[in-house]
């Protein structure tokens, strides 16, 4: 089984939509999903993920799920001036300004406004029965082969809920993950179950915030959620 782990496009967060770029992103993105191949898609409820995955859906004739533990997190935590900011949004040289570098046990030093460890095993519980649900059941830190499957997945969701549920599949901290990667909106990470026994799968990551559909329909890539210095 693979996932498409995918970022909504790019969004109109007044109009709780996607922008006019954005609906050509995803228009890009369903027509390049066509040509991967999806059998089953899932999305977040909000609606700037359904509205990304209503292209996908429409073209591929496949009938889409809702699953509401994939919603964007609303999880806070005050910027340099004191103003409440995405969690996942704080500066890597915070997160990394001594040793050892913050796990899930140790984030709540960032995030006064929540206990994110407690949210945290939230999403991982609600992850782990998803993927019971397809076949995979979590034991420890692998998944024990239940009804195997070749399916390709789809699930539209969300820049941080991205971010924190691929730490978990991956099983990397989440401090880290939030400020080392970033997603693109529109941006495909592929997540294959890597079957090297009869028995386990074990998720592990072949690709990125990939958008070769923006580059092919000659659609520049939204910087929207990326608070570096950039061009």
Known sequence: ?????????????????????GHREAQALAEHLQLLGVDRIYSSPVERAVHTMQYTAALLGVSPTIEPWTRELNWQTPDAGGQPMAAWNIPGETVRAALPFPGRDTWAQYAPYGDYARDYETICSASDA???????????????????SRDAVAVFCHLGFGLTWLSHLLELPFPLVWSAFWLAPSSVTTIVFEERSEQWVVP????????????????????????????
């Open 204 to 231: 592990r990551c072949t690709g990125l915030g990939c958008v070769a559909h923006l580059h092919k329909a000659g659609l520049p890539v939204s910087t929207m959620g990326l608070l570096a210095n950039h061009d």
């Open 1 to 21: 089984m693979k996932i498409y782990l995918i970022r909504h496009a790019e969004p109109d967060y007044p109009n709780r939509t996607i922008t006019a770029a």
């Open 130 to 148: 998803f993927l019971e649900r397809l076949g995979y059941v979590r034991e420890e830190g692998r998944y024990r082969i239940a009804a195997p």
